[in-house]
T-cell receptor, first 112, second 111 residues
Framework: EDKVVQSPLSLVVHEGDTVTLNCSYE??????LLWYKQEKKAPTFLFML????IEKKSGRLSSILDKKELFSILNITATQTGDSAVYLC????????????FGKGTHLIIQP | DTGVSQDPRHKITKRGQNVTFRCDPI?????LYWYRQTLGQGPEFLTY????????KSRLLSDRFSAERPKGSFSTLEIQRTEQGDSAMYLC?????????FGPGTRLTVT
Protein backbone atom coordinates (compact mmCIF):
# COMPACT_ATOMS: atom_id res chain seq x y z
CA GLU A 1 0.00 0.00 0.00
CA ASP A 2 1.29 3.45 -0.92
CA LYS A 3 2.30 5.63 2.02
CA VAL A 4 3.08 9.33 2.48
CA VAL A 5 4.35 10.62 5.82
CA GLN A 6 4.69 14.32 6.52
CA SER A 7 6.54 15.97 9.35
CA PRO A 8 6.10 17.88 11.46
CA LEU A 9 2.32 17.60 11.70
CA SER A 10 2.13 21.12 13.08
CA LEU A 11 4.52 24.01 13.32
CA VAL A 12 4.28 27.50 14.81
CA VAL A 13 6.86 30.12 13.81
CA HIS A 14 7.17 33.89 13.76
CA GLU A 15 6.80 36.05 10.70
CA GLY A 16 10.10 36.29 8.85
CA ASP A 17 11.34 32.85 9.87
CA THR A 18 12.31 30.18 7.34
CA VAL A 19 10.56 26.81 7.55
CA THR A 20 11.27 23.39 6.07
CA LEU A 21 8.47 20.86 5.70
CA ASN A 22 9.27 17.20 5.12
CA CYS A 23 7.58 14.47 3.12
CA SER A 24 8.71 10.86 2.85
CA TYR A 25 6.97 8.30 0.68
CA GLU A 26 6.67 4.69 -0.36
CA UNK A 27 4.89 4.10 -3.63
CA UNK A 28 4.84 1.43 -6.31
CA UNK A 29 5.86 2.76 -9.72
CA UNK A 30 6.47 6.36 -8.64
CA UNK A 31 5.61 9.00 -11.21
CA UNK A 32 5.56 12.36 -9.41
CA LEU A 33 5.31 14.11 -6.06
CA LEU A 34 3.08 17.13 -5.61
CA TRP A 35 2.76 19.83 -2.98
CA TYR A 36 -0.50 21.64 -2.29
CA LYS A 37 -1.46 24.48 0.06
CA GLN A 38 -4.84 24.20 1.75
CA GLU A 39 -6.47 27.05 3.60
CA LYS A 40 -10.11 26.71 4.62
CA LYS A 41 -11.03 25.51 1.15
CA ALA A 42 -9.71 23.34 -1.66
CA PRO A 43 -6.04 22.42 -2.01
CA THR A 44 -4.15 24.84 -4.26
CA PHE A 45 -1.39 23.40 -6.44
CA LEU A 46 2.18 24.52 -5.63
CA PHE A 47 4.73 22.17 -7.22
CA MET A 48 5.00 18.96 -9.17
CA LEU A 49 8.34 17.15 -8.92
CA UNK A 50 9.41 14.26 -11.10
CA UNK A 51 13.21 14.39 -11.18
CA UNK A 52 15.70 14.14 -8.33
CA UNK A 53 17.84 17.07 -7.33
CA ILE A 54 16.14 19.73 -9.45
CA GLU A 55 14.83 22.55 -7.30
CA LYS A 56 11.53 24.10 -8.23
CA LYS A 57 11.01 27.67 -7.06
CA SER A 58 8.11 30.09 -6.91
CA GLY A 59 8.74 33.32 -5.07
CA ARG A 60 9.59 32.49 -1.46
CA LEU A 61 8.66 28.83 -1.86
CA SER A 62 10.94 26.11 -3.17
CA SER A 63 10.92 22.34 -3.24
CA ILE A 64 13.25 19.50 -4.13
CA LEU A 65 12.89 15.75 -4.54
CA ASP A 66 15.29 12.93 -3.62
CA LYS A 67 14.18 9.75 -5.39
CA LYS A 68 16.96 7.67 -3.88
CA GLU A 69 16.05 8.47 -0.29
CA LEU A 70 12.33 8.79 -1.13
CA PHE A 71 11.64 12.22 0.31
CA SER A 72 10.94 15.79 -0.58
CA ILE A 73 11.18 19.09 1.27
CA LEU A 74 9.23 22.30 0.90
CA ASN A 75 11.01 25.46 2.02
CA ILE A 76 9.36 28.78 2.74
CA THR A 77 11.63 31.74 3.38
CA ALA A 78 10.70 35.07 4.99
CA THR A 79 7.35 33.67 6.10
CA GLN A 80 4.26 35.88 6.19
CA THR A 81 0.97 35.44 8.03
CA GLY A 82 -0.64 34.60 4.69
CA ASP A 83 1.51 31.47 4.53
CA SER A 84 -0.52 30.00 7.40
CA ALA A 85 -2.20 26.90 5.99
CA VAL A 86 -2.04 23.13 5.82
CA TYR A 87 0.62 21.98 3.37
CA LEU A 88 -0.18 18.66 1.75
CA CYS A 89 2.25 16.31 0.04
CA UNK A 90 0.93 13.72 -2.43
CA UNK A 91 2.40 11.06 -4.70
CA UNK A 92 1.19 9.88 -8.07
CA UNK A 93 1.71 6.41 -9.51
CA UNK A 94 2.66 5.80 -13.09
CA UNK A 95 -0.21 5.26 -15.49
CA UNK A 96 -2.33 8.08 -14.13
CA UNK A 97 -4.81 5.81 -12.40
CA UNK A 98 -5.55 5.56 -8.67
CA UNK A 99 -5.50 9.29 -8.15
CA UNK A 100 -3.10 10.81 -5.64
CA UNK A 101 -2.09 9.42 -2.25
CA PHE A 102 -1.88 12.23 0.27
CA GLY A 103 -0.12 12.64 3.59
CA LYS A 104 -1.94 14.09 6.58
CA GLY A 105 -0.43 17.50 5.99
CA THR A 106 1.64 19.94 8.01
CA HIS A 107 -0.41 22.61 9.76
CA LEU A 108 1.74 25.74 9.62
CA ILE A 109 0.89 28.78 11.73
CA ILE A 110 2.79 32.03 11.22
CA GLN A 111 2.54 34.39 14.17
CA PRO A 112 2.96 38.14 13.57
CA ASP B 1 -10.54 29.54 -17.16
CA THR B 2 -13.10 29.46 -14.37
CA GLY B 3 -11.50 26.55 -12.50
CA VAL B 4 -13.24 23.50 -11.10
CA SER B 5 -16.69 24.20 -9.66
CA GLN B 6 -18.79 22.09 -7.33
CA ASP B 7 -22.41 22.28 -6.28
CA PRO B 8 -23.74 22.49 -3.66
CA ARG B 9 -21.06 23.87 -1.39
CA HIS B 10 -22.81 22.63 1.72
CA LYS B 11 -25.37 19.89 2.25
CA ILE B 12 -27.06 18.83 5.46
CA THR B 13 -29.10 15.67 5.27
CA LYS B 14 -30.71 13.17 7.58
CA ARG B 15 -29.37 9.67 7.92
CA GLY B 16 -30.88 7.36 5.33
CA GLN B 17 -31.47 10.04 2.70
CA ASN B 18 -29.81 10.07 -0.72
CA VAL B 19 -27.63 12.97 -1.83
CA THR B 20 -26.09 13.95 -5.17
CA PHE B 21 -23.18 16.28 -5.78
CA ARG B 22 -22.09 17.82 -9.05
CA CYS B 23 -18.63 18.71 -10.33
CA ASP B 24 -17.79 20.79 -13.41
CA PRO B 25 -14.11 20.36 -14.31
CA ILE B 26 -11.85 22.81 -16.14
CA UNK B 27 -13.19 22.71 -19.67
CA UNK B 28 -10.32 21.10 -21.57
CA UNK B 29 -9.46 18.58 -18.84
CA UNK B 30 -10.22 14.97 -19.73
CA UNK B 31 -9.48 13.47 -16.31
CA LEU B 32 -11.77 13.91 -13.34
CA TYR B 33 -11.26 12.64 -9.78
CA TRP B 34 -13.37 12.46 -6.63
CA TYR B 35 -11.81 12.55 -3.17
CA ARG B 36 -13.14 12.57 0.38
CA GLN B 37 -11.48 14.54 3.15
CA THR B 38 -12.19 14.35 6.89
CA LEU B 39 -10.86 16.64 9.58
CA GLY B 40 -7.13 16.36 10.14
CA GLN B 41 -6.57 14.06 7.18
CA GLY B 42 -5.41 14.50 3.64
CA PRO B 43 -7.86 13.84 0.81
CA GLU B 44 -8.57 10.15 0.11
CA PHE B 45 -9.07 8.98 -3.46
CA LEU B 46 -12.54 7.67 -4.33
CA THR B 47 -12.77 7.33 -8.10
CA TYR B 48 -11.35 8.50 -11.43
CA UNK B 49 -12.74 9.14 -14.92
CA UNK B 50 -10.90 9.57 -18.17
CA UNK B 51 -13.45 11.21 -20.44
CA UNK B 52 -16.66 9.31 -19.72
CA UNK B 53 -15.01 6.06 -18.67
CA UNK B 54 -14.71 5.28 -14.96
CA UNK B 55 -11.27 3.69 -14.80
CA UNK B 56 -10.62 3.25 -11.12
CA LYS B 57 -12.61 2.93 -7.91
CA SER B 58 -11.19 2.89 -4.41
CA ARG B 59 -12.21 0.24 -1.92
CA LEU B 60 -13.56 3.21 0.07
CA LEU B 61 -16.32 3.51 -2.50
CA SER B 62 -18.93 1.16 -1.07
CA ASP B 63 -21.96 0.05 -3.07
CA ARG B 64 -23.89 3.02 -1.65
CA PHE B 65 -21.68 5.34 -3.69
CA SER B 66 -21.99 5.79 -7.44
CA ALA B 67 -20.37 8.27 -9.79
CA GLU B 68 -21.08 9.13 -13.40
CA ARG B 69 -19.63 11.32 -16.08
CA PRO B 70 -22.12 10.77 -18.88
CA LYS B 71 -20.74 13.01 -21.61
CA GLY B 72 -17.18 13.30 -20.44
CA SER B 73 -17.80 16.77 -19.06
CA PHE B 74 -19.47 17.26 -15.64
CA SER B 75 -19.68 14.46 -13.12
CA THR B 76 -22.09 13.52 -10.35
CA LEU B 77 -21.42 11.60 -7.15
CA GLU B 78 -24.42 10.03 -5.45
CA ILE B 79 -24.51 8.59 -1.96
CA GLN B 80 -27.51 6.42 -1.15
CA ARG B 81 -28.82 5.72 2.36
CA THR B 82 -26.37 8.16 3.94
CA GLU B 83 -24.73 7.30 7.25
CA GLN B 84 -23.17 9.60 9.82
CA GLY B 85 -19.75 8.29 8.81
CA ASP B 86 -20.30 9.81 5.36
CA SER B 87 -19.96 13.31 6.85
CA ALA B 88 -16.91 14.80 5.15
CA MET B 89 -15.74 17.24 2.51
CA TYR B 90 -16.13 15.78 -0.99
CA LEU B 91 -13.56 17.22 -3.36
CA CYS B 92 -13.47 17.03 -7.12
CA UNK B 93 -10.31 17.57 -9.15
CA UNK B 94 -9.48 17.62 -12.85
CA UNK B 95 -6.36 17.39 -14.94
CA UNK B 96 -5.13 17.10 -18.51
CA UNK B 97 -1.61 15.69 -18.40
CA UNK B 98 -0.18 17.47 -15.41
CA UNK B 99 -1.22 18.22 -11.85
CA UNK B 100 -4.74 17.88 -10.53
CA UNK B 101 -6.63 21.09 -9.82
CA PHE B 102 -9.21 20.96 -7.08
CA GLY B 103 -12.65 22.49 -6.75
CA PRO B 104 -13.94 24.15 -3.56
CA GLY B 105 -15.59 20.98 -2.32
CA THR B 106 -19.02 20.03 -1.02
CA ARG B 107 -19.25 19.75 2.75
CA LEU B 108 -21.71 17.00 3.69
CA THR B 109 -23.16 16.77 7.18
CA VAL B 110 -25.32 13.75 7.98
CA THR B 111 -27.46 14.17 11.09
Amino acid sequence: EDKVVQSPLSLVVHEGDTVTLNCSYEVTNFRSLLWYKQEKKAPTFLFMLTSSGIEKKSGRLSSILDKKELFSILNITATQTGDSAVYLCAVERGGGADGLTFGKGTHLIIQP
Amino acid sequence: DTGVSQDPRHKITKRGQNVTFRCDPISEHNRLYWYRQTLGQGPEFLTYFQNEAQLEKSRLLSDRFSAERPKGSFSTLEIQRTEQGDSAMYLCASSLQGPEYFGPGTRLTVT
